[in-house]
């Protein structure tokens, strides 16, 4: 059952305040708006110069047919190492400044993220949790990764703000996804997997509060900064560390799994086995919702996608585009399977990717119906 208003005041009240304690400390603003506007500025004039300076050489060497014999071309372009330089530049610094605020708070930290009668939901961890190869690999270049300890998934929660450019920072870009899932009833059980510290979970729980909203991760320093978000939101839900290989789950008992932003850090093989646990899991009509970047289908803008996950070492983002997801969910044994364009409301749309002077971050939304 959803709280009451007053229970959900009284442990708001009670709540140590994670969000004021992860806000940007009013010093580190300026440093903050240099980073946001070095990376404006990547995707919109360093860009416009790297695509002037590839239409100079498409007139002189003809266009590329596909992505492959475009990346030598782009490559030898005069702008691109500027191009590449910038981005990698640009992370390392998102990661320095998180770094620095959450080592300078590292009491503050500590004491919201301190377990607390009054947090909502309950965390299921596991002692000695075996973590999968692929996975103890500091993902995004940031320094130790997210899930060795709480201030990884501080600095973790910190950088997300930055990358998506501050058009994220209450996570309506989650929101706008959960709501637009179509589904006929009501979902019992709904998981959300590769959670992170919750933005999919916290949109899915507000969307369904009658619901059980189950949120899995590897990362246990990720589902402790969860529940304590969703405490100060007055939204109870199970935390679960696992892996989604090998869900906790028991056949045929859930209702909706949501996936977003996590396959792409998968092998392959991986992917395989995540899609099988989730078709083993969902009841008959259930229905598996994943959030991914696809392929744009424009050679230049393909060849900087590719670069743009490699240089944040990222291994296995570029492979991902690559695969038919839809294809592999078939393959698990789901009866209908497909992806849709999926666009940022009110920021990207279908002009600016129609459009190839124009940075383009393409979502896909592939459903699949057990
Ligand atoms: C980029 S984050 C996405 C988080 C969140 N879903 C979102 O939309 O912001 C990827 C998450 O997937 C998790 N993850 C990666 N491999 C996983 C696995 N095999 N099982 C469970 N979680 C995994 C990581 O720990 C990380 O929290």
Sequence with gaps: MPPTDTA?????DAAPGIDSVLDWPAETLPALTTLLALRRRWMTDDFATLRRDYEAAVEHAGAPADQAEAEPLVQSLPSAPRFQWMHRHIQDRTWALCERIVKDRAPEIAAAMAPSDSDLGR???????????YYTFDYHRQDGGIWRDDAGAAIYLLG??????????????????????????????????GCG????????????????????DLAEPCLR?????????????????????????????????????????????AIANTLAECFRVLRPG???????????????????????SQLI??????????????????????????????????????????????????????????
């Design 225 to 269: 900064l969860g529940r304590k978000m969703a405490s100060a939101r007055g939204l109870d839900i199970v935390w679960r560390q696992a892996d989604m290989e090998r869900l906790p789950n028991a056949d045929d008992s859930v209702d909706l799994v949501v996936i977003t932003m996590v396959l792409h850090e998968l092998p392959a093989s």
């Design 8 to 12: 959900v005041a009284d442990k708001a």
């Design 123 to 133: 965390l299921e961890g596991t002692e000695g949790f075996a973590y999968p190869a």
């Design 313 to 370: 070492d990222e291994p296995y983002w570029e492979p991902f585009r690559h695969l038919d997801l839809p294809g592999m969910c078939r393959e698990a044994g789901f009866t209908d399977a497909w992806q849709d364009k999926w666009y940022i409301a009110g920021t990207d749309g279908p002009a600016a990717e129609a459009d190839p002077r124009r940075w383009c971050t393409p979502w896909g939304r592939t459903t699949a119906v057990r």
């Design 160 to 193: 997300a703000r930055i990358v998506h450019v501050g058009r994220n920072s209450d996570f309506q870009l989650h929101d706008q996804f959960v709501d637009e899932i179509a589904l006929e009833g009501e979902p019992q059980t709904i998981l959300d997997l």
């Design 286 to 308: 259930g229905r598996l919702v994943m959030l991914e970047n696809r392929l744009i289908g424009d050679p230049f803008r393909d060849t900087l996608l590719k670069w743009y």
């Design 197 to 216: 510290f919750g933005k999919t979970t916290f949109s899915l729980k507000r969307r369904w509060p009658g619901a059980e909203v189950q949120g899995l």
